[in-house]
């Protein structure tokens, strides 16, 4: 890996990441598709047509279906999915917080039951790199605990101190995956999380540790499960001058427009979220004016697109009206084409935000793009 910044407005940087699989373009958006699929019958050459540079994946669902085993014997991921861009696979690590009424943390790793069939599972630091390996992901995500940041402080820097012991059990595992002849990606690379909730102490302390530890990359994880923005703000600016200025930032999970601004200008180049997605399959899009939820009666005669001067293929070929009668009919078609303009728009607005960075006019860009997405367009 060699990640080269090329430019920096105030903390808010630009960034080139070459990788096995091909170079990522920094701030960027990783569209989410847990299962090796966007759900919306989004496919990979619909991706390339968007622009999308990476694709998420998740460790623990691609373990409990179809199993990393058989993925691995298909050749892997990226050949399994038809998809020959970067590939980054979070660890597992979230579902245990999400999955909490289904596991128990030990020190040497986790015992869920599956939330499919209820069978028992144990993954560990180690289980997790080797799933993670047999995808052959090109960044692989170290196993952690992501504490409820509502939880004691007690609790949280015992959390996090077990996190920091399953880092270094991942890097040795990763380790000795990557020396293995018969290893699909012999380049895999492992980017550590920053854990404490909203704990200021507890981050920065976690994050000069793990920073010493010689990492491809680091993210910050637990934001964006409950608490406000401005408490995510905060954990941001307190932690992220701890982190390595010369390795790429990741913020997990996060998030919508507004929030990836402002974490853009805090010094974070790596996202992704659910939420272009799962709103888009509910009819509600994103546009340089706000959200729309396609929905509402005063779009049955719009033969609008859904945002005039958008390149998206649902902007280039159909009408607001149309789309909402998809919706009324239950036709998927409708879902699709409101998931393709929602990841067009957030992989669009990660160029403009590169562009304005190397153009050192970010803080112009993102108070005129706040103040436009401000607008309600169901007002």
Avoid at 122 to 142: D, H, K, R, V
Wanted: net charge positive; charged share 25%.
């Amino acid at each position: 890996m060699r990640y080269q910044r090329i430019a920096a407005d105030g903390r808010a940087k630009r960034a080139r990441m070459e990788t096995v699989h091909g170079v990522i373009q920094t701030p960027v958006f990783m569209n989410v598709g847990t299962v090796a699929a966007i759900k919306g019958a989004v496919s990979t050459d619909d991706l390339r047509q968007i622009g999308t540079q990476v694709q998420l994946s998740n460790t623990y669902h691609l373990h409990v279906r179809t199993g990393d085993k058989v993925i691995r014997e298909l050749g892997g991921l990226h050949r399994f999915m038809n998809w020959d861009r970067p590939i980054l696979t979070d660890s597992g690590g979230f579902q245990v917080f999400s999955l909490s009424g289904l596991r128990k943390i030990k020190e040497e790793g986790v015992y869920f039951r599956s939330h499919i069939d209820g069978r028992k599972i144990f993954m560990g630091p180690e289980e997790s790199m080797q799933i993670q390996s047999n995808l052959g992901s090109t960044i692989a995500m170290a196993f952690d605990e992501c504490p409820s940041s509502r939880a004691d402080l007690s609790y949280i820097q015992n959390s996090v101190n077990r996190t920091t012991r399953w880092l270094e059990r991942c890097q040795k595992e990763m380790e000795r995956l990557n020396g293995q002849a018969d290893t699909i990606n012999q380049e895999q690379l492992l980017f550590g999380i920053n854990q404490g909730g909203v704990a200021e102490d507890i981050r920065i302390s976690h994050a000069k540790t793990i920073s010493a530890m010689g990492l491809d990359g680091y993210a910050i994880g637990g934001l964006a499960v409950g608490e406000s923005h401005e408490e995510m703000y905060r954990i941001l600016d307190v932690t992220v001058p701890y982190l390595p200025e010369d390795k790429p930032t990741y913020l997990m999970g996060v998030g919508t427009p507004a929030n990836i601004l402002e974490a853009v200008d805090r010094g974070v180049d790596f996202f992704d979220c659910v939420y272009p997605s799962r709103n888009g399959r509910h009819s509600h899009v994103y546009t340089n004016h706000g959200k729309m939820n396609l929905m509402n009666q005063k779009y049955e005669r719009d033969m609008r697109p859904i945002e005039e001067g958008c390149g998206c293929p649902a902007c280039r070929s159909y009408s607001r009206a149309y789309i909402r009668h998809l919706f009324k009919a239950k036709e998927m078609l409708g879902m699709r084409l409101c998931v393709l303009h929602n990841l067009y728009f957030y992989n669009t607005m990660m160029k403009e935000i590169r562009d304005a960075i190397e153009q050192h006019r970010y803080k112009a860009y993102k108070a005129e793009k706040l103040g436009r997405m401000a607008e309600r367009q169901d007002a």
